[in-house]
């Protein structure tokens, strides 16, 4: 029906018969305001759908970074607040989006209040699974590369702490592969921000599966519940 509001027309391109992935887990989200919401979807050819999701914000939020820079940690709190909140509902769900990065990151720059997008690598997973499906380098942990494996934990926590890290020193943590598995997370205890912070990311940016914080402990993180 006619609502003369904005919305995002998404062409996916699936098997016949099958509805996409994609759907069905924005369909489970539906109701999620952390989440760029389902509309609807069609199918217009035996192996071409049409998805309507809810626009939001004026940018992703790597155009804003790009844009504006220099977030105040007070921001960058709020930021990180919604999209940890967004990851825990996914989580109770069983669903991992597998691509957490700003460019997946809508934001109205005004409240600066963000919706997570782009659930289009999204899955549905079991507790403690040892997932082996494709990831994206620059936001792949170094088990992936080394292990060949991953969890939806390990991977959401170290997709956090790059994004951590992107907000307060406006550059990545990492550039290649190499440096993902071996090089360790540099932050100068003289540069900007606070030293909650800083130690939070590195424990998100532990090389280690087993010693990287968990995504239940980075909710308990004093700088995650402070006001």
Known sequence: KQTNKAVIIATLYKKPVYVPEEVKILKKLKNEPGIAGYIDHFQITSDTHYLIIEYFGSMTLKKFLSSFGDLSEKHIHKI?????????????????????????????????????????????????????????????????????????????????GLLLYKMLFEKNAFETIHDIMFSPC??????????????????????????????????????????
């Not at 082996?132 to 088990?143: F, H």
């Not at 590369?145 to 939806?152: L, M, P, R, V």
């Not at 990311?201 to 995504?215: E, M, Q």
């Not at 980075?218 to 995650?224: A, Y």
């Open 80 to 160: 990180t607040s919604q999209l940890l909140s967004t990851i825990k509902v996914c989580t109770s769900l069983n669903i991992l989006h597998k691509n957490i990065k700003s460019s997946c990151v809508l934001i109205d720059i005004s409240s600066l209040k963000i919706k997570l997008t782009n659930f289009g690598f999204a899955c549905f997973y079991k507790n403690n699974e040892q997932l082996t499906s494709k990831l994206w380098y620059d936001i792949a942990p170094p088990e992936y590369f080394i292990q060949k494996s991953y969890t939806a934990n390990g991977l959401n926590v170290w997709c956090l």
């Open 186 to 227: 540099k932050i100068s205890t003289y540069s900007y921000g606070s030293t909650e912070l800083k130690e939070l990311i590195l424990r998100c940016l532990d090389k280690s599966c087993k010693t990287r914080i968990t995504l239940q402990e980075l909710t308990l993180h004093s700088w995650i519940t402070k006001k």
